[in-house]
């Protein structure tokens, strides 16, 4: 299996509440997974008070098509407002599980 991984790493703006931004996260868990080719998200709360946001697809054009439509669909979301814009890092590729 060689699914794409979509990984974006982020923080939360000063202030923000983490309880808030897990409730705000569920819309976009209903977005996510009505999306072509959506396998699975894994988000990952780190000591550092850095987030990992972890979605497996089945094709990068599919990663790409929902990044896309992200943009344009959840764009002014609530969860997205509660991120720190200059702490986003996204970062794409094959995943290659070795048993």
Not at 37 to 50: A, P, T, Y
Not at 52 to 75: I, Y
Request: aromatic residues 10%; glycine residues 4%; contains cysteine.
């Amino acid at each position: 299996m060689n699914d794409t991984i979509e990984i974006v790493k982020f923080k939360l703006r000063n202030g923000s509440n983490k309880a808030h931004f897990l409730a705000a996260n569920a819309k976009v868990n209903e977005w996510v997974y009505q999306q072509p080719g959506f396998i699975m998200r894994q988000l990952c709360h780190m000591e550092d008070e850095v987030w990992l946001d972890l979605v497996h697809w089945q094709s990068e054009e599919e990663a790409a098509r929902a990044m896309l439509n992200f943009r344009l669909e959840m764009g002014d979301s609530e969860f997205l407002r509660m991120i720190a814009p200059s702490s986003i890092q996204m970062s794409q590729g094959q995943l290659h599980i070795v048993v």
